[in-house]
């Protein structure tokens, strides 16, 4: 429903209008908004934005949304190769089994705990596609300091085609 105008009124008409009113009681004149409904769309007859939404949809479901990562990890990701990240954030941002848009691919999310950054293992570091601990602690420190008792994200992913 949208507002298709607008009219004023005096009080003894608006009784015989439905609708929302506003409007000053100094002057007696009433505003009222009489909503009616949209003109429905005929078969075949959509409009160029209505075209692209749609097209736009069906390229990119909705329950695909957005993960970031660095441009440097993005490919090997993708490969494969990658298959742990450790996150700083303040909630969970992704679920187990859910799928998340990377850069031109998709990963899927295995598993997801909240771990102090002590129990980041040197194999986890592996997984992420780090050197070592530190270089995992400054890529994931990037909205705040990582002390050995902050409370970080692991999660456990694996990258998967669109089709699947």
Excluded: N
Aim: proline share 5%; net charge positive.
């Amino acid at each position: 429903m949208y507002v298709a105008s607008t009219k004023r009124l005096t009080s003894a008409m608006f009784c015989l209008a439905r609708g929302a009113v506003a409007g000053c009681d100094a002057c007696g004149y009433r505003t009222i908004a009489v909503a009616v409904q949209a003109p429905r769309a005929r078969c075949g007859d959509e409009s160029a934005t209505r075209q692209r939404r749609r097209a736009r949809a069906a390229s990119s479901p909705a329950s695909v949304r957005g993960v970031e990562f660095s441009r440097e990890l993005r490919d090997d990701l993708l490969a494969g190769d990658i298959t742990l990240s450790v996150r700083l954030w303040k909630g969970p941002r992704v679920k187990e089994g859910g799928r998340y848009r990377v850069g031109p691919g998709e990963i899927e999310v295995d598993a997801i705990e909240l771990v102090p950054f002590a129990a980041v293992t040197r194999e986890d570091v592996r997984r992420a596609g780090e050197p070592d601990r530190e270089a995992l602690r400054q890529r994931a420190a990037h909205a705040g300091p990582i002390d050995e008792d902050t409370l970080v994200y692991r999660i456990e992913l694996h990258a998967v085609s669109p089709c699947d």
